[in-house]
């Protein structure tokens, strides 16, 4: 929010300097983003009036003038301006001034005729981006005077950052009470006065959203001039508040804004049709706006209407169709209280965002009506004139907010702030805040003001004590944790383990957002339940990811189309899936992997990472816990069918998958090389198997080697699973050792070599012993899977 220091320091003006005033505002929560001059810098420009003006004798468009400038003799200034005449003040620059840009008015000749000066636009001054002509000044502006003491241009435009909860300050009078409590000072708000009535009409008003909209004011004035020249101290408020002039009927709702803090809105009487009802809106009622967009409306949009139309999105903007123009002689004055949960997010729905919808937001004061239409209407009638008809008041006072008492403990306020402050000063503090404060034996029962939305338990009130008294006057003290250390269990490993292994593996630590593009999503998961986002930040981040290969995939798409080669990207994070109607989160670890095995490099032969150099990675993250884990071959949308593996733990859970892209989506994605993948659920990969001491034998080992000759579709998980099927206690360890395919072996089958190696923990094995092992492992193995020993 924008202000002018100097129409903040009419309300309450405390001896301080600017940067004391925004040292104040920011260390009582109000942060101040930024302070600029009011006007560009110049010297040199006083009021002038145009006694006389002559056509150049040389020049069509250029007038020679005689300007009174507050000096003995007028002077002689040639305009060009299209809006000079007899009678008109303006800001006339003189012979010595300096502009901004560090521009320097000198004597010249122009044509042939010599000027004494410069007649100058508000561009020229440094107060508009853009001008059609000279600044026209009030009839009443004293000749002479200079245009920065007149125009109070030495002034500063104070940009305040405030939080969400703080709606009350979102106005010069909100402001001005938090500087007049911060200096211990009294102030007074605007003076407003009931305007007399001139006439009886009236408009109807009901409200059939009563609990969206509790009090609704609303006053005809008749016969207004709506091409009266809004008064210039006004276009100046509202250019340092960041508004322009758009006359007088819209700037004195926008400065009524400003100062008091509460929207209003003004109708062309003449262009409504009945009774005004304040209702919700129906599905697909259309609604032009004043911004000349053109939205759908729905049961949930709060509108002002007649009997044959919506007139305005309640609380955010009015239509187009009964906006009020330079045409305007009726006008229809609306004030209103809308509840702040009706109006929230209603404004962004239609990708709205105005300086009434961010005050309705977040709470205007719902005893402020009155007093805001009072004070429009003599705005409206001072500058356009007019008859003023009676308010006409729609109120439901059961739907109105209620501001019940907090209880502040004595007691409490010394043991969170550290200090002791005296009744007096806490009773003082909470008074200047507009609080209604009753003395209790432990404390004190304080009614915040309807305008204090934030206030609602103890702790805010401690925290106003805590803002006023100032927090660099709270004493410092150590905090004394008194904790134990809660208890790790080693039945879980830590994240970070495994991520140090990828990094170790080659792999880099990628964050992707949480949002996706929908179009990924249904390529790479097409079965899943996407949780899509009602109001997405863009078209690429609009449904929640049910994998985290989304984002891996954009982020190695968006490496390779740079010229990198050679990607490893791990991620860990959420995904979102869809379970009975319900979102569930689930942690999850994924990786991606393309391009060549190694590092460029000369010490060893370049080739293409392939699947089991990825199984190998994921194998090592299996090795950290310990546990034994199937590959299974299996089918998924996103990967390639002779390519992927469900993994498995001993309890037949699903882990996650690995496996190659599938080339059709490799494709559709824009790689051009093979991509490999594996995702994981972390809280079934941590799961750590606890290592149990067993004593080392004292007898020798035997190995012994065995080739099978098994059908091709026979995995070595197979033959091991086969091997172990036959239960031997000695048999200690399995290791396949070559695969063979070739002459000698029949087309269809494979030969592999196998070794055993054999240890007892009792005795030393004899060779029938081994034998007999042996065989009995052959004959398992020779039943289970078809196999037979190679001769």
Same mark, same amino acid.
């Given at each position: 929010?924008?202000?002018?220091?100097?129409?903040?320091?009419?309300?309450?003006?405390?001896?301080?300097?600017?940067?004391?005033?925004?040292?104040?505002?920011?260390?009582?929560?109000?942060?101040?983003?930024?302070?600029?001059?009011?006007?560009?810098?110049?010297?040199?420009?006083?009021?002038?009036?145009?006694?006389?003006?002559?056509?150049?004798?040389?020049?069509?468009?250029?007038?020679?003038?005689?300007?009174?400038?507050?000096?003995?003799?007028?002077?002689?200034?040639?305009?060009?301006?299209?809006?000079?005449?007899?009678?008109?003040?303006?800001?006339?620059?003189?012979?010595?001034?300096?502009?901004?840009?560090?521009?320097?008015?000198?004597?010249?000749?122009?044509?042939?005729?010599?000027?004494?000066?410069?007649?100058?636009?508000?561009?020229?001054?440094?107060?508009?981006?853009?001008?059609?002509?000279?600044?026209?000044?009030?009839?009443?502006?004293?000749?002479?005077?200079?245009?920065?003491?007149?125009?109070?241009?030495?002034?500063?435009?104070?940009?305040?950052?405030?939080?969400?909860?703080?709606?009350?300050?979102?106005?010069?009078?909100?402001?001005?009470?938090?500087?007049?409590?911060?200096?211990?000072?009294?102030?007074?708000?605007?003076?407003?006065?009931?305007?007399?009535?001139?006439?009886?009409?009236?408009?109807?008003?009901?409200?059939?959203?009563?609990?969206?909209?509790?009090?609704?004011?609303?006053?005809?004035?008749?016969?207004?001039?709506?091409?009266?020249?809004?008064?210039?101290?006004?276009?100046?408020?509202?250019?340092?508040?960041?508004?322009?002039?758009?006359?007088?009927?819209?700037?004195?709702?926008?400065?009524?804004?400003?100062?008091?803090?509460?929207?209003?809105?003004?109708?062309?009487?003449?262009?409504?049709?009945?009774?005004?009802?304040?209702?919700?809106?129906?599905?697909?009622?259309?609604?032009?706006?004043?911004?000349?967009?053109?939205?759908?409306?729905?049961?949930?949009?709060?509108?002002?209407?007649? %009997?044959?139309?919506?007139? *305005?999105?309640?609380?955010?903007? #009015?239509? !187009?169709?009964? /906006?009020?123009? $330079?045409?305007? &002689?009726?006008?229809?004055?609306?004030?209103?209280?809308?509840?702040?949960?009706?109006?929230?997010?209603?404004?962004?729905?239609?990708?709205?965002?105005?300086?009434?919808?961010?005050?309705?937001?977040?709470?205007?004061?719902?005893?402020?009506?009155?007093?805001?239409?009072?004070?429009?209407?003599?705005?409206?009638?001072?500058?356009?004139?007019?008859?003023?008809?009676?308010?006409?008041?729609?109120?439901?006072?059961?739907?109105?907010?209620?501001?019940?008492?907090?209880?502040?403990?004595?007691?409490?306020?010394?043991?969170?702030?550290?200090?002791?402050?005296? %009744?007096?000063?806490?009773? *003082?503090?909470?008074?200047?805040? #507009?609080? !209604?404060?009753? /003395?209790?034996? $432990?404390?004190? &029962?304080?009614?915040?003001?309807?305008?204090?939305?934030?206030?609602?338990?103890?702790?805010?009130?401690?925290?106003?004590?805590?803002?006023?008294?100032?927090?660099?006057?709270?004493?410092?003290?150590?905090?004394?944790?008194?904790?134990?250390?809660?208890?790790?269990?080693?039945?879980?490993?830590?994240?970070?383990?495994?991520?140090?292994?990828?990094?170790?593996?080659?792999?880099?630590?990628?964050?992707?957002?949480?949002?996706?593009?929908?179009?990924?999503?249904?390529?790479?998961?097409?079965?899943?339940?996407?949780?899509?986002?009602?109001?997405?930040?863009?078209?690429?981040?609009?449904?929640?990811?049910?994998?985290?290969?989304?984002?891996?995939?954009? /982020?190695?798409?968006?490496?390779?189309?740079?010229?990198?080669?050679?990607?490893?990207?791990?991620?860990?994070?959420?995904?979102?899936?869809?379970?009975?109607?319900?979102?569930?989160?689930?942690?999850?670890?994924?990786?991606?992997?393309?391009?060549?095995?190694?590092?460029?490099?000369?010490?060893?032969?370049?080739?293409?990472?392939?699947?089991?150099?990825?199984?190998?990675?994921?194998?090592?993250?299996?090795?950290?816990?310990?546990?034994?884990?199937?590959?299974?071959?299996?089918?998924?949308?996103?990967?390639?069918?002779?390519?992927?593996?469900?993994?498995?733990?001993?309890?037949?859970?699903?882990?996650?998958?690995?496996?190659?892209?599938?080339?059709?989506?490799?494709?559709?994605?824009?790689?051009?090389?093979?991509?490999?993948?594996?995702?994981?659920?972390?809280?079934?990969?941590?799961?750590?198997?606890?290592?149990?001491?067993?004593?080392?034998?004292?007898?020798?080992?035997?190995?012994?080697?065995?080739?099978?000759?098994?059908?091709?579709?026979?995995?070595?998980?197979?033959?091991?699973?086969?091997?172990?099927?036959?239960?031997?206690?000695?048999?200690?360890?399995?290791?396949?050792?070559?695969?063979?395919?070739?002459?000698?072996?029949?087309?269809?089958?494979?030969?592999?070599?196998?070794?055993?190696?054999?240890?007892?923990?009792?005795?030393?094995?004899?060779?029938?012993?081994?034998?007999?092992?042996?065989?009995?492992?052959?004959?398992?193995?020779?039943?289970?899977?078809?196999?037979?020993?190679?001769?």
């Amino acid at each position: 929010m924008q202000i002018s220091e100097a129409w903040l320091r009419d309300y309450v003006n405390p001896a301080i300097t600017t940067e004391e005033l925004v040292e104040q505002l920011t260390m009582a929560g109000l942060e101040v983003d930024s302070v600029t001059p009011a006007a560009a810098v110049f010297s040199g420009v006083v009021i002038g009036e145009v006694l006389e003006m002559e056509q150049h004798p040389d020049a069509d468009r250029l007038r020679v003038c005689k300007v009174a400038v507050g000096e003995a003799e007028p002077l002689q200034i040639v305009c060009g301006a299209s809006n000079v005449r007899v009678g008109l003040k303006i800001p006339a620059a003189l012979i010595g001034a300096v502009l901004p840009g560090d521009f320097k008015i000198k004597k010249s000749k122009l044509r042939g005729v010599e000027s004494f000066g410069m007649l100058c636009s508000e561009k020229e001054l440094g107060l508009a981006a853009d001008a059609s002509g000279l600044m026209e000044l009030a009839a009443d502006a004293p000749v002479g005077t200079d245009i920065r003491e007149y125009l109070s241009l030495n002034d500063s435009i104070i940009e305040v950052d405030l939080t969400p909860n703080r709606a009350d300050c979102l106005s010069v009078e909100g402001i001005a009470r938090e500087v007049a409590v911060l200096n211990r000072m009294n102030w007074s708000s605007t003076q407003v006065e009931k305007v007399a009535v001139s006439h009886q009409e009236s408009l109807t008003v009901k409200v059939e959203a009563e609990d969206a909209c509790p009090r609704y004011l609303g006053r005809l004035i008749k016969g207004v001039n709506a091409k009266a020249e809004t008064p210039l101290w006004m276009q100046e408020r509202l250019r340092r508040s960041g508004l322009r002039s758009l006359g007088p009927l819209v700037d004195v709702t926008n400065y009524v804004l400003i100062e008091l803090g509460q929207p209003l809105h003004a109708f062309d009487a003449d262009k409504l049709n009945g009774a005004i009802n304040v209702r919700w809106g129906k599905a697909d009622e259309q609604l032009f706006l004043l911004n000349g967009q053109v939205i759908t409306l729905d049961p949930e949009a709060l509108v002002i209407a007649d %009997d044959q139309q919506a007139l *305005a999105l309640a609380g955010v903007m #009015g239509g !187009s169709e009964s /906006a009020v123009s $330079d045409d305007t &002689q009726n006008v229809f004055l609306e004030c209103a209280f809308f509840a702040p949960r009706s109006i929230a997010g209603k404004a962004r729905r239609f990708g709205l965002h105005t300086d009434s919808s961010h005050r309705f937001e977040r709470g205007v004061d719902p005893t402020l009506q009155e007093r805001a239409i009072e004070r429009a209407t003599q705005l409206i009638v001072e500058i356009a004139g007019g008859s003023v008809g009676p308010v006409t008041e729609a109120k439901a006072e059961s739907a109105l907010l209620t501001r019940p008492a907090v209880l502040l403990r004595r007691q409490r306020i010394e043991k969170i702030l550290g200090i002791a402050l005296a %009744d007096e000063e806490i009773a *003082a503090i909470f008074q200047r805040l #507009g609080m !209604s404060v009753e /003395a209790q034996a $432990d404390g004190w &029962q304080i009614t915040p003001p309807g305008f204090r939305f934030d206030i609602a338990i103890e702790a805010d009130l401690i925290e106003e004590l805590a803002r006023i008294y100032g927090y660099n006057n709270l004493p410092r003290s150590s905090l004394l944790m008194r904790s134990e250390l809660s208890k790790a269990t080693e039945a879980v490993l830590d994240i970070d383990r495994v991520k140090d292994l990828l990094v170790d593996r080659g792999y880099q630590e990628a964050i992707t957002y949480s949002f996706v593009d929908e179009d990924i999503q249904k390529a790479v998961a097409p079965d899943d339940i996407v949780i899509s986002l009602k109001n997405p930040i863009s078209s690429e981040l609009a449904v929640m990811r049910t994998t985290l290969w989304c984002g891996l995939l954009n /982020a190695a798409l968006h490496n390779t189309n740079r010229q990198q080669n050679r990607v490893r990207l791990f991620e860990t994070g959420l995904r979102f899936i869809n379970e009975g109607g319900e979102t569930q989160q689930q942690k999850m670890l994924a990786g991606l992997a393309l391009g060549s095995v190694y590092a460029e490099q000369w010490g060893e032969k370049s080739r293409k990472v392939d699947f089991f150099d990825v199984k190998a990675d994921a194998q090592a993250m299996f090795a950290l816990t310990d546990c034994e884990v199937q590959f299974v071959p299996a089918k998924h949308a996103a990967l390639h069918p002779g390519q992927t593996a469900e993994i498995l733990n001993p309890a037949g859970e699903r882990i996650g998958w690995l496996g190659m892209l599938h080339p059709t989506l490799e494709k559709q994605l824009g790689f051009d090389t093979q991509v490999f993948l594996f995702e994981l659920d972390q809280n079934l990969l941590l799961n750590k198997h606890i290592p149990v001491f067993k004593p080392l034998s004292k007898y020798p080992s035997v190995r012994r080697d065995l080739a099978l000759i098994v059908k091709e579709e026979v995995s070595a998980n197979d033959i091991i699973n086969a091997v172990k099927g036959c239960a031997e206690q000695t048999l200690q360890d399995i290791v396949i050792f070559d695969v063979y395919r070739g002459k000698g072996v029949e087309e269809g089958y494979k030969s592999v070599a196998l070794s055993l190696t054999i240890q007892d923990y009792s005795q030393t094995l004899t060779d029938s012993e081994i034998d007999a092992i042996f065989n009995r492992v052959l004959d398992t193995v020779m039943n289970k899977i078809s196999a037979k020993l190679r001769d």
